[in-house]
């Protein structure tokens, strides 16, 4: 890189000394007349095009915003505004840099300046705002590589004024102001005022404007403090933020690629913590920078080679950004929104686009209804009580469960310890109550038994109050419980000793390490035994969020399902400020049993299943042999339903006929349904939270647990999910979620206009018999909870979802008027929730009714294409005589059709047979006429035997002959029926006139002893 830029460099004043060879050339050469009258004819024409030009440039310059460079940073542009669709101001939108720590050039190093100088602008001193000889060579350079915008000529007064007042469009009309603007500000301000005002506000990544916070957060520490490396490095960001950040920030579950030593640390922006990962092109960037200051004499070789050889590694330390403000969730989501569609709609920079919405004065009109928003808060913030349906009271926190809890042996095993400490499934530490690990001046304290010092003096800590880490030694998080029985949950960070420790014994995270005498000598305040004994790490050794996170967690979105856009929406319970998680929209959670009308039953109708197409909730057996998938009523002694509509199945959410009607469909069908649903994005794997096979080969989700139950490796988040139902409730059209409708600029022209993506998902039929099974689930299902009242009037259809071991909670409902999805579960997955999902259903039922109050009655309007036939239950074909006479009651149901879907074939499920009543088994030869008798059974090709325990198990027809009688009974039998006073029983003459019956003619087969 270094030797390229050099190149170019040199390329660049070659060119320009060519030029000025050219050019003297030219005015020796001898004058003709008509080369005088060719000469004159152009420089008309130079005159003219030089008039409308200057005429343009006043035109623009008018238009130029008005500046008062004297109060530079306090002065900052309109603001932007969010207004819901009847014009009201929801929120005067603040830049939440505004706070942001100024500096005073004298504080700033010298290096640090001339860093941003020699790359940025080496001539700044000299210039008057605008750099003439580098316009000139940058476009020639830019001429001779075909690109307008290859190289920028922008002075550092040019990019103040940018960066102030303008947004980073390349155009010229932008271009004309900013010199314009730049020239003025050189009139009035100071070289020094000017670098001042640019130093600190340049942008330098990771939300960092200026040097002082980018100090701090690239390395926490004072700009007064930094050397010239991380000078050069900091410089090196000014040219692109997404490039040359010092270190690029990743999500956890995304740095399974990324080699150990590159993580320079950890930070948390709201709850979420991230990694912070070494950026190799900052480092290249640094170089560039650091050649320059040597050949620009700004430092001698001897500082040159200190610091390329100075190792950033070390020096990255990021530090905790402080992101607090007024805004709420949804209103972030929608700033969000704006910035991404403005970046992909004007080829911003995400800096460029923040900065516009936050100082263009734009007015966005949000699809939020400023109404429901306030009541589904207020609804959160009664959240126990909705969602448990009465005041919480506590002997354990709310809605967590800590049943596994056993006592044993003197010691508690399951989900707490003898000191009630929480542990997961495993038995591994996963909260240290916080009086077990924390003094009262939130030092992390060690009893005597969890360390010792060795003969030469080194620590050895033997505790699990941590986790081992090859590069890092985390702490366990902690917890306590509130004034209304909430669980809180406190992340506790790593311990800021580097990587200044030795592993001496490990299993999984746990283990002993040892920390060296020296580094204790050098650090003699991180480790401090009391007169107690106890070894206490004090505080500013770690990070603390004192302050904490309420569990479980939550998060509801509410949809006008016709239109796509969101209503209201909650990223969290108890959450305040700006810029938190949004669990909402980024957390991506297991849908459990909720995914199944997505992936399973909307295809399968779609395909031309039936609702009343038969499945068998029978035992399937995984590869282990084991039996798989089992139901939510395991608990039960009849594990199995039998033979049961597909949709009852819905209803009763049988995880068995799920798999096996995914199998039925094949997973092909499953992913086509949810990438129509806007849940998996085929054309870029990577901005969904699907895994497909080809992101993953051995662990995706392209299997019957994933697609049939919901298990996905990582799952969807509330509002995919939500978006998705209503495509169900839309008679099968998808609508991508909007959370705004148009962007305005201060002149009220309207310059982004916000169309949601629409498609179809289903056939409508599909969709309406989807919808009409979804409100039965709620009337006649598990998800009855989830009614409106009943004086409303509203009809209401819906899904619940558990995942394994109660890690979350699911409901996705809707209304003739809306849908709303609510998610329930603890951030830490491996912390379960107590009860069921039918709390959601409660807790949904509690935020729909105000939303819905005042609205008319409402119900569902069947698509009229349907045909409603009378079908048998048990077959899903039309009734024979038999299916009336089954002996649990007549078995002939009303169901709905997509045309072409109805049956033509009579049931052969519901079969007669003659039975011996002693036995209960089929006639032999030798049973007695009197203890015979025609009933209906069912027929189920492979046979279950009564350890299967099916519900229906007794009602199949049997196979086996009775054997209680013998040719003995029979003589018997025989014989009384001859003594006259005993009369012929009427069992023969019911025998015969069924056996006529035309169904029962594949009976005889079976009644024929073998
Ligand atoms: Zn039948
Ligand atoms: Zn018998």
Redesign the pocket.
Known sequence: MTEEYKKSMETIENKQNNINVHKKKKRKNKITTALIILLLLISAVIVAACGVAFGIVIGIVRNAPDIDPESILTTLSESSVIVDESGTVIEQIHDPNENREIVKLDDIPLYLQNSFLAIEDHRFKEHFGIDIQRIVSSLWHNYKVGDSTAQGASTITQQLVKNLYLTNEKSWRRKIIEMYLAIKVERILSKEQILENYLNTIPLGQSSYGVQTAAYTYFNKDVSELTLAESALLAGAAKSTVTYAPFKRYNLNDISDIPEEDIVGYVFIGSVQYACVYNESAINRQHIILDRMLELGFINEAEHYAAVTEDMHTALNPGQTKLEGISSTSMDYVKEKVIEDLMAAKSMSYEDAENYLYKGGLTITTTFDINMQKSLEDSYDNFSTLYLGTAPAGDKPVAQDWRYFKWEDGKGTGSLDSSLNILNEYGQLIYCDKINIMDENSNIYLNAHEYSYDESGNLVIDSNKFDIYDSSIDIVDCYTVDDKFNFVSHTIGTLNIGSNFEILDKEGTKGKFLISKDFLDKNAEMFQVGSDNLLRIPKDYFFFQEKGIVQPQSAAVILDYRSGKIKAMVGGRDIEGSKTFNRATDAARQPGSTIKPLSVYLPALDLGYSAAFILNDVPRYNEEGERWPKNWYEYRSVKYWGKITLRKSVEQSINTNAVTMLETIGTDASINSLTKLGMIDAANPGNDTFVSQQEDSVHNDVNLASLGLGGLTKGFSPLAMTAAYGAIANDGVYIEPIAYTKIMNNNGETILENIPQTRVAANPEAASLMKDILRSTVYSGLSYRAKLPEEMGIEVAGKTGTTQASGDFWFVGFSPYYIGGIWVGNDNVQLKLSGDSGANARLWSGIMTPIHQGLAPAKFQLNQNLIPVQVCSQSGKLPSSLCSGDPRGSQVITEYFVPGTEPSQICTTHVSAVV?T??N?L??Q??PEN?LEQRVFIERYAKYDPDARILDYNFQVPTEV?T??TQWHYDQWINQQNSPDESSGENNDINDSESEDETTGIIEDITEPQ
């Open positions: 011996c002693n036995s088994l006639k032999s030798y049973c203890s009775c209680n009688h």
